[in-house]
């Protein structure tokens, strides 16, 4: 009886030592695991990001100006009838309109003869009145007859330009309506479309909270989904002063260099238009900003604790904010575990 007395007074005793130990732990206050990062200066920049449809800044739907039989000119880099992709440069000819009748019309040859024959008239005549062996009225009709058979010349080589489809500067045949070679096309028909797009120009709407910010000539980067690792650079060209009365917003064009052809017309591109740029600030990640009733701030951590500091912004983008005032380099910046952070809260830090 006795042993049973002293083994249940010993288990009581130790419950309580047990007890004890349980409450002293719950008022010791556990560190919370933290991530942080040196706070270092290094470059940051401001832009906004908008997006839009890119379009060729030249391009041209080439129609027939007159009837003539159809023939597709070769590329002389292939050797083959010229296609779609081709790249053609500045006159160079397309298609041609065969048309016997028409060029036998024009009498190009004559024309040639008769101009020649005019201007050595003339050179006659200049020669004779200056030694007195021509009247004035015999000069002025040398004159007259040359000049009218240099515009009958310039008028028969303009209507000999019409039996050739040209490229009106260096480009991209973009689109190339299908005829059977021989056949007699009317004219008004559409025979090609080029278009030049190593550069590109980008109409963009943007927030009229951005009027005043956005300015001519400011650099532009642009991107498209399908080729994420390649970005082109442009440029502000025009800025709207106005806002649309309906959408609040106002229109910028960017012009967009484009010299190995990647992006296409017609694709949808992202643009970050760069409004201002610092070399030099202490930059810090804006997912780590807690927005308080005093204001924003975040946490830093001293000597195993840490330490809540408010924090004035300057230059922001989508992902960074820099720091005017509030932190300074070399400070240990919490940017992992403060979201249950209090103000002097131990910490513990992990990797």
Excluded at 31 to 54: C, D, N, R, Y
Excluded at 275 to 284: E, L, T
């Amino acid at each position: 009886m006795k042993l049973k007395l002293a083994v249940l007074f010993l288990g009581a005793v130790l419950f309580l030592v047990g007890c004890s130990d349980q409450q002293g732990d719950t008022g010791a206050e556990v560190a919370v695991p933290v991530s942080v990062q040196e706070i270092k200066k290094k470059p940051i920049e401001e832009f906004l990001t908008s997006t839009g449809t890119v379009n060729a800044i030249e391009e041209a739907t080439l129609k027939s100006e007159t009837s003539g039989f159809y023939r597709l000119a070769k590329n002389p880099k292939t050797g083959k009838p010229y296609g779609l992709g081709d790249v053609v440069g500045k006159d160079a000819v397309i298609i041609y309109l065969d048309n016997p009748e028409l060029e036998s019309t024009i009498m190009i040859e004559s024309k040639a003869l008769e101009l020649e024959v005019s201007k050595q008239e003339l050179e006659k005549q200049k020669s004779l009145y200056k030694k007195g062996g021509a009247t004035y009225r015999d000069l002025k009709n040398a004159e007259k007859s040359y000049m009218n058979a240099q515009y009958n010349y310039e008028n028969a080589k303009i209507q000999l330009a019409k039996l050739k489809i040209t490229a009106p500067f260096n480009g991209v045949i973009v689109d190339l309506p299908y005829y059977t070679p021989g056949v007699k096309v009317d004219a008004g028909q559409v025979m090609v479309k080029v278009m030049n797009y190593k550069k590109l120009y980008m109409e963009v709407n943007l927030p009229g909270k951005w009027l005043g910010k956005v300015k001519e000539n400011q650099p532009v980067r642009v991107m498209n989904y399908t080729m994420p690792d390649d970005t082109l650079s442009g440029r502000i060209s025009q800025v709207s002063p106005a806002l649309d009365a309906d959408t609040r917003s106002f229109k910028s064009t960017i012009l967009v260099d484009n010299p190995d052809w990647k992006l296409r017309p017609g694709m949808f591109a992202k643009a970050e238009i760069i409004v201002a740029r610092k070399d030099s600030a202490i930059v810090i990640p804006k997912d780590i900003i807690l927005v308080k009733r005093r204001g924003k701030t975040v946490f830093i951590v001293e000597k195993g604790a840490a330490m809540e500091r408010t924090i004035s912004i300057g230059l922001e983008n989508p992902e960074e904010v820099e720091v005017v005032e509030g932190l300074k380099e070399n400070e240990r910046l919490v940017i992992k575990g403060f979201e249950t952070l209090r103000h002097r809260s131990k910490v513990k830090i992990i990797r």
